[in-house]
């Protein structure tokens, strides 16, 4: 006769346990990490508030009309800022003119235009791989570029000081010499390089984020590539492109080191009048500021740093304000 063994209902359930404490230790990780995040904001934002606050305290005293109205002066109480102010808002405009028509072009030819041959594709890979590339390259890199390529033009043309080729006198507005020298063209043409790539990759990245239901769409209702870009494909990316190409404007008004190379210039009492003339930037007069020993030039170069902060929080609203106006839901 056989015997049966009772089963122990209260036997330990050893993988229902395991998981259980697997389960507490991964939530135990994750709260961690969400607070050494948090520290870490946290962290960076106290920081940029103590900096702030201490710019503002300094350099409050010199706000005012008079400061944006004034040259620099070797007294501190009637220094101002205009020339740079100017000089920078030439390079700026004069940077967008040539850097956004030719980013979104490359973006639009890298992205909707890609080669199907095989040996095609390779080159546009690595096309592709250079431009993600030179967005990380050191400022000071182009800057020593632009020396050489738009300033003296390898030694083509002469030098700056006697250019070969030359249209106008230098008091005339567009008046133009090659090689360009150390003006706002050669400036602006060293920031384009700067920006060139921030401009492509943001251009991509808006044309990719329209759906290729669209493009097929149209596509099959007739229309040829061109029609498609220009008519469906550009407009729909437009908030983003154009975020985009004024975050990397603002990121050239910023830029110091090209300018110092290319400009070599950071006392300039007066405003540019073309494209060849001499310039400064706020980058450059602040480091001027800076640079000197007296506690009052330090004052006035946290003036600068306040609307040169002004200037780029406009920018950055700006964008924001292009992209609600033209921002489109995709069906």
Not at 223 to 235: G, Y
């Amino acid at each position: 006769m056989s015997t049966l063994t009772p089963v122990n209902a209260t036997a330990p359930q050893t993988p229902r346990v395991n998981d259980a404490r697997a389960a507490k230790k991964r939530f135990l990780k994750n709260r961690l990490f969400e607070l050494a995040c948090s520290l870490g904001a946290w962290a960076s934002l106290l920081i940029l508030l103590t900096l702030l606050t201490a710019t503002f305290v300094q350099g409050f005293e010199h706000l005012g009309w008079h400061f944006l109205v004034q040259p620099p002066s070797r007294r501190p109480d009637r220094a101002g800022i205009y020339p740079a102010l100017i000089g920078s808002i030439w390079v700026c405009a004069t940077c967008a003119v040539f850097a956004l028509p030719v980013g979104v072009g490359t973006a639009i030819l890298l992205e909707e235009y890609k080669p199907k041959h095989p040996a095609l594709r390779k080159l546009h890979d690595v096309i592709q791989l250079n431009i993600t590339n030179l967005a990380g390259v050191p400022s000071i890199v182009y800057g020593i570029l632009g020396m050489t390529v738009f300033v003296q033009m390898f030694g083509l043309f002469g030098s700056a000081l006697e250019p070969q080729f030359t249209i106008g006198t230098p008091g005339d507005w567009y008046y133009l010499q090659l090689p360009f020298g150390r003006g706002v063209l050669a400036g602006a043409l060293t920031l384009m390089l700067v920006v060139l790539p921030i401009v492509i990759i943001s251009a991509q990245e808006a044309l990719r984020a329209v759906p290729n239901s669209l493009r097929n769409g149209v596509l099959a209702l007739g229309a040829t590539n061109w029609q498609m870009v220009a008519k469906m494909t550009l407009p729909a990316a437009i908030p983003g492109i154009m975020t985009g190409s004024i975050l990397a404007m603002s990121r050239a008004i910023g830029e110091a080191a090209p300018i110092l190379v290319i400009a070599g210039i950071v006392y300039i009492t007066f405003t540019p009048q073309h494209l060849m003339d001499d310039f400064t930037a706020m980058p450059l007069q602040i480091y001027d500021w800076s640079s000197r020993p007296q506690d009052e030039f330090h004052r006035v170069a946290a003036a600068g740093i306040i609307v040169l902060l002004a200037l780029l929080l406009s920018f950055n609203a700006l964008a924001i304000l292009i992209r609600q106006k033209f921002q489109t839901r995709l069906q």
